[in-house]
């Protein structure tokens, strides 16, 4: 009997030693558990605190790039407001000088570069940039053209402080415009009344499409009723030959630059749509200041626009 006793005691033990190793191993893995929540937890405060620090920088440099933006919207208004104030003082300017160069009180000789039958999407945007480069405002005769892909082109040009002058609407000159005077100044209006659209800027300067000779017998009957609509008009006395025929670059300045004659004042003929001629342009450019002319753009008061 005693024998058997302590073998149940010790049963009774080993059954009590495994019932707390149990209890114990259930308790530490409940710890486990709960630790690791409590870290996850930690962990993702963590987290949440750094997102939400990195979206309050967010909003603070939103905030930042909004204000500069108003600033930068505002200041394009003001422009806007002043640049038709700035242009007047600016051809004032151009006329002390052209008449001083005129009169010969001046070292100094002119030249105006003008680009005919415009804009182009694929080649006035890069005449634009090499006028940019080289800090010089052209005239621009344009034509209207209704894409608003040609939008941008015009609003740049003009600007970019060149002069925006009216080709007529569609430069059609065969069986065009040049049917009767009626039909030339509808031409010239509509494409005013385009420009004034586009840019709130009302064109004072016209070029005959193919220059005055092609008016023929209808040139006095246009002129006078340009005169009633406030317009002036201007040929050229040299020119690069693009919208005669197609030469090399080199051969393009040189029609140029081996043309001035020396004269004091040049009306310069070249089309924005020839790639030759946009090849050229740099050379033309510096050619002519190495000859002693300041390039300006036309103006309705210049001596070379016929009133």
Known sequence: MARKGRKLTKL??????????????AVGYAYYQERATQDG????????????TSLEREIEETEAQIVEKDAQIENLR?????LPYSKDEYYRLCKQLEDKVLAGESPHKIAYLTFDDGPY??????????????????????????????????RRAYENGNTIANHTYSHQIKNGIYRGVDYFIADVVRNREFIENKLGYTTNILRFPGGTATAGSLYEGITQQLRELGYGWVDWNAATGDGVVMLSPAEYRDNVLNDTKDRNVLVVLMHDYNRNTLVAL???IEGLRAQGYVLLPLFYESAMVNK
């Not at 962990?43 to 939400?52: G, P, Y």
């Open 12 to 25: 009774a033990i080993g059954l009590i030693t495994v019932l707390l190793a149990g209890g114990y191993g």
């Open 282 to 284: 740099p050379e033309i």
């Open 41 to 52: 937890a930690h962990t993702r405060i963590a987290e949440l605190q750094s997102e939400k």
């Open 78 to 82: 003001n422009t806007n407001e002043q």
């Open 121 to 154: 999407t694929e080649t006035t945007g890069q005449y634009l940039d090499v006028l940019e480069q080289y800090d010089v405002r052209a005239t621009f005769f344009q034509l209207g053209k209704t894409s608003e892909k040609y939008d941008g082109l015009y």
